[in-house]
């Protein structure tokens, strides 16, 4: 069975542009959740997305978004880039969604460096 | 606020070597308890999932424990090797309320030497 692909794998943008990320889930998983992680604040949650709509979302800017699709690939998005952006990006899918008792599986991630 | 902590931040230990990594959590309401491990640049690989129901769960060289009334958890490596190289990270499923995202521990760095 394939793993959680997240496409690119790595960006490299200027200020002011946007984004797009792209995440397939593992085949039959539902649930697919963002997160950024930077070296000084670790793994900070975007957002969780299930059956196509938004579940949780955590404390980042409107700049940040997300959307499902109906076959459970996800894509997040971020508009007027800023240095502070750069970061590892990994999106994670499980088969149910928050509170169930079902494991993350990660993709590698897209590298975003904001120039 | 549920808070996660994991000390100590790196350690460095040689081949063959048991170790004890920990995670601490504020608040005992937590649905499960999760180990993941990240290698440099890549994504996380989910090791042990603890429900809370559970005292320890294994997989290979690899224990995980949980004590909720402490709000600690502890990962044991026996006999590490320098595959087992990699940042430990914990997270902790909340019990409570609608928003029952993870919350994340800052990862323990482990280095084993040949």
């Known amino acids: 069975k394939a793993g959680v692909t997240q496409t690119p794998r790595y960006l490299i943008k200027t200020r002011g542009q946007q984004v797009t990320l792209s995440c397939s889930p593992i085949?039959?998983?539902?649930?697919v959740s963002w997160y950024q992680q930077t070296p000084g604040q670790g793994l900070q949650f975007l957002f969780e997305?299930?059956?196509?709509?938004?579940?949780n979302k955590g404390n980042f800017p409107g700049r940040f978004s997300g959307r499902q699709f109906s076959n459970s690939r996800s894509e997040m998005n971020v508009s007027t880039l800023e240095l502070g952006d750069s970061a590892l990006y990994l999106c994670?899918?499980?088969?149910?969604?928050?509170?169930?008792?079902?494991?993350?599986?990660f993709g590698n991630g897209t590298r975003l460096t904001v120039t | 606020k549920q808070e996660v902590t994991q000390i100590p931040a790196a350690l460095s230990v040689p081949e063959g070597e048991n170790l004890v990594l920990n995670c601490s959590f504020t608040?005992?309401?937590?649905?499960?308890l999760q180990w993941f491990r990240q290698d440099p640049g890549k994504g996380l690989t989910s090791l042990l999932l603890?429900?809370?129901s559970q005292r320890e769960q294994t997989s290979g060289r690899l224990n995980a424990s949980l004590d909720k009334s402490s709000g600690r958890s502890t990962l044991y490596i026996a006999a590490s090797q320098p595959g087992d190289s990699a940042t430990y990270l914990c997270?902790?499923?909340?019990?409570?309320?609608?928003?029952?995202?993870?919350?994340w521990g800052l990862g323990t760095s482990l280095a084993v030497n040949p």
């Open positions: 608040d005992s309401a937590i649905y499960n």
């Open positions: 997270a902790v499923r909340p019990r409570a309320g609608n928003n029952r995202k993870l919350i």
């Open positions: 603890i429900q809370s």
């Open positions: 997305y299930f059956s196509e709509t938004q579940r």
């Open positions: 085949s039959g998983h539902r649930s």
């Open positions: 994670a899918s499980s088969q149910s969604t928050s509170g169930a008792n079902s494991p993350l599986h």
